[in-house]
Every structure is written in structure tokens, then in C-alpha cells.
């Protein structure tokens, strides 16, 4: 645990020193040290952040530590970018070491809440999102209201990209805007059935050499060669995973007042997978 959240200070102070940010000369708490805390809480303690206040502050790791509304302040007030850069820094390391440039993409639901409470539901009231919330899981055979993370990792399991969407956003059309272009020429890219767009992969082969190779359905119109299948079928259930241990780090509720960013919902999410990122180092 030391380890951990040591690197987690570390990263945070040294990212915030690349980008030239300067706190107040009478800020209590640094801004590294504001960052800390929720990805320490994501990492243990299921992104409560008073618990990871109450123990950062009684273990001695941040003695000059904020009270529980102050730096709630603090953390509304950074801004959401930061999140994400730190993430796409920490993806740029895990796309170098990718010796075979080999990747994987898929979603996971995330629920908000129970089928049964959907018209009680504040983060994503019903009749302002007309069931755009509302999405489908075909290997469990039900129903869920909430989000998908649509994460994209490498051959290690080493998160490289993501993107939040409604439940309801088909898999292909979040995959058209993710950022392909970020990833190193002649990489292969493995998915389900669900990323199967014969144009789009026709368009990434020509433009940026990247080889797309989605699960073919019974009567797919380019069906995919028995032994390509054999070998991309272990790597393309590797993602469940990564998805695995990243569910391990979700509380059995994430709880939130508010679902978008730069506080809410959402943004506990990304925590999440900051959390995840750090602990494949």
C-alpha cells in the first residue's frame, strides 16, 4: 500500500510540474496532494473520499490534511482535462513497451441503478435521456440503466484508451471516434462482433495501417480464416479480464449526487481507471 500511494503522489506532483501549474502560496494542500486523494480512494476504498481523507491524514501521509467540505472544493476545482492528460501520458507508456502492438477493445456496463428504480432515478432521470441510458448485456441476458466504458488495452491488459457513453450507443459507433490514430502503425486491433463495420476497417487499413480483426457472425459477408479465429479468440477474451479487476475496484454502489463532469458519476469512473493504470505500472 506504501508503494502504491507514493507513486500515486509522485505521478500526480510530477505530472503537474510537466504541465508548468502553480498553486497558491497559501493553498493548505498542494494540488498533487488533492489529486492523491480520490485516486487513493478509487485504488482502496471504493472512491469513498472521506475514508481516504480520514486515513491519508491519521497514518501520517498528508498531515496538513483539509476538512471534508474544503476539499471536496478542492477536488470540483480541478480541471477535468488534467484527469484525462494524466491518463493519455500514462497510455503513451503502455503503447511503447507494446512490443507486438497488438490490441484489444470491448465495453463494460457500468449500472447507475436497478431496472426496477429507473423512473427513481436522479443522475439520469428517464424522461430527459429517452432511454438512452438504458442498454442491453447479451452474455448475462438482461436488461441494465447506466454506462458503457468502452476500453481499449493492450496485448498486457494495460489500458491505452476509453470513452464513457450512454448505455444505448452501439459499440462500432463509439469505436469510429475513438483516437486510432494515436496507435503505432501496423497494429492489429481484436474485438467481438459488435465492431464489425466491413468500410471502417477498410479505411483504417489504408490510412493508418491498422488491422482491425472483429469476430465474424455465421453469414458475414468476409468470414475470417479458422486458424486467424483460433488465435485471436484467447486474446480477445483477455479483455474480460482486465474487466475483471477493474470491477473488483468499483464499490458495490458508486455512489454520486451528480452524474457528469467535472464532479459526479462519471468523473468517479474515471478515477477508476486512473487507479487501474497506475497499478499496471
Known amino acids: 500500500m506504501d508503494d502504491t500511494i507514493i507513486t500515486i503522489y509522485c505521478l500526480c506532483n510530477d ?3 510537466a504541465i508548468g501549474h502553480r498553486d497558491d502560496p497559501q493553498a493548505r494542500m498542494s494540488t498533487a496532494e488533492v489529486m492523491t486523494v480520490p ?11 472521506d475514508k481516504s481523507r480520514l486515513f491519508l491524514h491519521e497514518y501520517g501521509y498528508m498531515k496538513k490534511m483539509l476538512g471534508k467540505s474544503r476539499l471536496n ?8 482535462k488534467f484527469w484525462r ?24 456496463p457500468v449500472a ?11 443522475l439520469y432521470p428517464p424522461e430527459e435521456s429517452a432511454g438512452a441510458f438504458r442498454g442491453y448485456v447479451p452474455s448475462k441476458r438482461r436488461y441494465f440503466y447506466g ?3 468502452h476500453l481499449m488495452v493492450s496485448a498486457k491488459g494495460e489500458p491505452v484508451e476509453f470513452s464513457l457513453e450512454a448505455a444505448s450507443e452501439a459499440d462500432i459507433k463509439v469505436f469510429k471516434n475513438l483516437e486510432l ?15 464489425t463495420d466491413y468500410d471502417h476497417e477498410d479505411l483504417l487499413e489504408e490510412a493508418g495501417g491498422l488491422h482491425v480483426k472483429a469476430q465474424r457472425r455465421k453469414n458475414s459477408k468476409r468470414p475470417m480464416p479458422a486458424w486467424e479465429e483460433f488465435l485471436g479468440k484467447p486474446i ?8 475483471g479487476r477493474l470491477s473488483d475496484l468499483f464499490a458495490g454502489k458508486i455512489h454520486a449526487v451528480t452524474p457528469r463532469a467535472p464532479r459526479g458519476f462519471e468523473l468517479k469512473i474515471v478515477w477508476f481507471l486512473l487507479a487501474f493504470s497506475i497499478q499496471c505500472l
Open 147 to 149: 454506462l458503457r466504458v
Open 112 to 122: 447507475v441503478c436497478d431496472n426496477i428504480r429507473i423512473r427513481r432515478c436522479r
Open 181 to 195: 490514430a494515436l496507435l503505432p502503425e501496423g497494429s492489429t486491433i481484436f474485438a467481438d462482433k459488435g465492431y
Open 73 to 80: 472544493r478542492r477536488i470540483r476545482a480541478i480541471e477535468p
Open 236 to 243: 480477445r477474451q483477455y479483455i474480460e479480464t482486465v474487466f
Open 15 to 17: 505530472f503537474l510540474k
Open 85 to 108: 492528460v494524466l491518463f493519455e501520458l500514462l497510455a503513451q507508456a503502455f503503447k511503447e513497451r507494446n512490443a507486438n502492438q497488438t490490441y484489444v477493445v470491448d465495453s463494460l
Open 39 to 49: 485516486l487513493v480512494a478509487a485504488t482502496f476504498f471504493g472512491a469513498n473520499i
